[in-house]
């Protein structure tokens, strides 16, 4: 047996350090990675509470108009308490009342998303921005929003389980039409695409931002049923018009916080959904790289 004698050196990882005057790489606040359900949720809230009075303000002042109606066009004109009888002038009501929540709800994910994708993208956008975005796709939104609508209630009535599949292959298009710019057909393929495979995570998102905004929406439901309000008058003791102007600022903007942080939530799924499909984390950590 040999045995070779010297000196022995300890070796250590080789550290390359940066040029002089360069800028190190590192994360942004809100870093574009796949993400499960609940970091899904903790970036949609940090997001919604960063930019919260943009956000609510937009929203709140949207649902006035709709709220200010109810007065006017909702069931308590039109059904007495304690009956179940409903007329045509009813039903001509609610068919106003979902169609206007359904049009203002879009238009307030829409700009939700402008500004989720502003804030992920780590670029300002003015409210001003934001506005004029959307009016310049506020065609293409409707009109997905009414062809969604149209089918999921078709399948809905249907059966229920085929209603829940489009609900949720629907899900992503608004925010494709206002984010990418695409057309209604490219906006509905590109969802259909991206949702692919994510059906659970998809279904436990649902229910927890449900969970999370029940209290908020649950406050326009007692307003409008002549029942609750019946009992409300009687125990506030005030006078319809009185409760009337109060429930359209409460409701304005209780569902303008609800529906707000809801499209805070889709546009931060559909950054997850392309970060899986489309690689998009990766493509902003190369632009970082290439700017250092």
């Known amino acids: 047996m040999r045995r070779d004698e010297g000196d022995f050196r300890s070796l250590t990882p080789y550290e390359a350090r940066p040029p002089a005057g360069s800028v190190p790489l590192v994360a942004t606040e809100h870093e574009l990675r796949p993400r499960g359900v609940g970091e899904v949720l903790d970036l949609a809230l940090d997001v919604f509470r960063s ?12 649902w006035i108009p709709v709220r200010l109606a109810q007065p006017l066009l909702g069931a308590p004109n039109w059904v007495r308490p304690g009956t179940t009888d409903i007329p045509l002038a009813a039903l001509a009501g609610v068919f106003f009342t979902l169609l206007a929540t359904l049009v203002v709800s879009v238009l ?10 502003a ?9 001003r921005d934001a ?4 009016l310049s796709r506020s065609m293409a939104v409707l009109a997905i929003a009414m062809l969604g609508g149209l089918a999921t209630g078709v399948a809905t009535v249907c059966l229920c389980i085929p ?12 925010a494709v039409c206002v984010v990418e710019g695409a057309a209604v057909s490219q906006s509905v393929s590109r969802s259909f695409e991206l949702c ?28 409008d049923d002549p ?21 359209v600022a409460f409701t304005s903007v209780f569902t303008g ?30 632009e970082r790289l290439q700017a250092t």
């Open 51 to 62: 930019r919260f009075g943009v956000l609510v303000g937009t929203a709140t002042l949207f």
């Open 108 to 117: 307030v994910n829409a700009f939700a998303a402008l500004h989720v994708a």
């Open 119 to 127: 804030e992920l993208e780590g670029r300002p956008l003015s409210a």
């Open 131 to 134: 506005l004029r975005g959307i």
């Open 163 to 174: 209603g829940i599949f489009l609900f949720w292959k629907f899900y992503l298009a608004p």
């Open 196 to 223: 692919r495979g994510r059906f659970l995570p998809w279904v436990g998102l649902i229910l927890i931002s449900v969970a999370i905004t029940f209290p908020l929406t649950s406050v326009s439901s007692i307003a």
């Open 227 to 247: 029942n609750l309000r019946d009992r409300a008058l009687q125990t506030l003791g005030v006078s319809s018009a009185v409760f009337d102007w109060f429930a």
């Open 257 to 286: 916080v609800a529906s707000a942080f809801h499209g805070v939530v889709v546009t931060v799924w559909y950054f997850d959904c392309r970060a899986r499909r489309d690689g998009v984390d990766l493509s902003a950590r190369l």
